[in-house]
């Protein structure tokens, strides 16, 4: 959905939408949409700056990092964005503290498609975990541990130490 900056209503724009993404299009390869993307997003004008504020909500199954099960991670993400025309960023010969919070727009056009997207991805935790606790799979056996003792015994060294033990052997 392409938005001409020029066409603006004086009062902005309200749209209330939902989007359908493919999962190639996020930065968690292993995703899955379980609903679609809701998206509200008020656009207004004020002088050059384009003022978008939104809230994006939608269900999604990641896999755990650790567990490798897939659970739900539901997105409930509102965010406020000011952009300006690319021409004011050329026209600039250095840009200024509050320029870095500020996006550019090419064209006099702006891609809401792409803006929502864009929220989406930076909603996603660095490493998907089911639970901050979880303990992950056992290395022996692989079962899952929050599942239940699986009664494997794990000896835990650290590599670092080897050779000093090599040297208490010899010793």
């Given at each position: 959905?392409?938005?001409?900056?020029d066409?603006?209503?004086?009062?902005g724009?309200s749209?209330?939408?939902?989007?359908?993404?493919?999962s190639?299009?996020?930065?968690?390869?292993?995703?899955?949409?379980?609903r679609p993307?809701?998206a509200?997003?008020?656009?207004?004008?004020?002088?050059e700056?384009?003022?978008?504020?939104?809230r994006?909500t939608?269900?999604?199954?990641?896999?755990?990092?650790?567990?490798?099960?897939?659970?739900?991670?539901?997105?409930?993400s509102?965010?406020?964005l000011?952009?300006l025309?690319?021409?004011?960023?050329?026209?600039k010969?250095?840009?200024?503290?509050?320029?870095?919070?500020r996006?550019?727009c090419r064209?006099?056009?702006?891609?809401?498609r792409?803006?929502?997207?864009?929220?989406?991805?930076?909603?996603?935790?660095?490493?998907?975990?089911c639970s901050?606790?979880?303990?992950?799979?056992c290395?022996?056996?692989?079962?899952?541990r929050?599942?239940g003792?699986?009664?494997?015994?794990?000896?835990?060294?650290?590599?670092?130490?080897?050779?000093?033990?090599?040297?208490?052997?010899?010793?």
């Amino acid at each position: 959905m392409i938005i001409d900056i020029d066409k603006l209503p004086r009062d902005g724009l309200s749209l209330s939408r939902n989007f359908e993404f493919p999962s190639l299009d996020l930065v968690e390869e292993e995703a899955v949409f379980l609903r679609p993307v809701k998206a509200e997003i008020t656009i207004k004008r004020v002088g050059e700056d384009v003022w978008i504020k939104g809230r994006i909500t939608t269900t999604m199954s990641f896999v755990c990092g650790r567990c490798l099960t897939p659970y739900e991670f539901p997105v409930d993400s509102v965010f406020d964005l000011v952009y300006l025309p690319e021409e004011a960023r050329e026209m600039k010969e250095e840009l200024g503290e509050d320029d870095l919070e500020r996006l550019f727009c090419r064209g006099r056009r702006l891609n809401v498609r792409e803006v929502v997207l864009e929220q989406l991805n930076l909603t996603f935790p660095p490493k998907p975990l089911c639970s901050s606790d979880c303990e992950g799979i056992c290395s022996v056996c692989g079962k899952v541990r929050r599942e239940g003792d699986c009664g494997c015994q794990v000896k835990e060294t650290d590599l670092r130490l080897d050779k000093l033990n090599a040297l208490k052997k010899d010793g």
